[in-house]
């Protein structure tokens, strides 16, 4: 079954930085569009960048220029460096992927921001 394991998060200072990770298991993962995303507390969860199969790449407004989205195929990673942080960027970091209809979250890794 598909499976996704989310690692990485933790506490760092405002103008910190930190790397996620996204371990994906039963998935041909090179074939497959990954995102990230994160959910604040009291928000709805928020898209924030993807990994496209094709090698593409895109990313939320809020994060674009401070956090870039990388994968590693051989190893069915993904992986999501964050730099410049803020109070706002703390939140549950979730990957995911689509397969045949079906959206696939791994647990998620709380980010938090904070002096």
Excluded at 82 to 90: I, Y
């Amino acid at each position: 079954q598909v499976q996704l394991v989310e690692s990485g998060g933790g506490l760092v200072q405002p103008g910190g930085s930190l790397r996620l990770s996204c371990t994906a298991s039963g998935i041909v993962f090179s074939g497959r569009n990954m995102a990230w995303s994160r959910q604040a507390p009291g928000k709805q969860r928020e898209w924030v960048a993807l990994a496209l199969a094709s090698g593409n790449k895109n990313y939320a407004d809020s994060v674009k220029g401070r956090f870039t989205v990388s994968r590693d195929n051989a190893k069915s990673m993904m992986y999501l460096q964050m730099t410049s942080l803020e109070a706002e960027d703390t939140a549950v970091y979730y990957c995911s992927t689509l397969v045949q209809g079906t959206t696939y979250w791994g647990q998620g890794t709380q980010v938090t921001v904070s002096s």
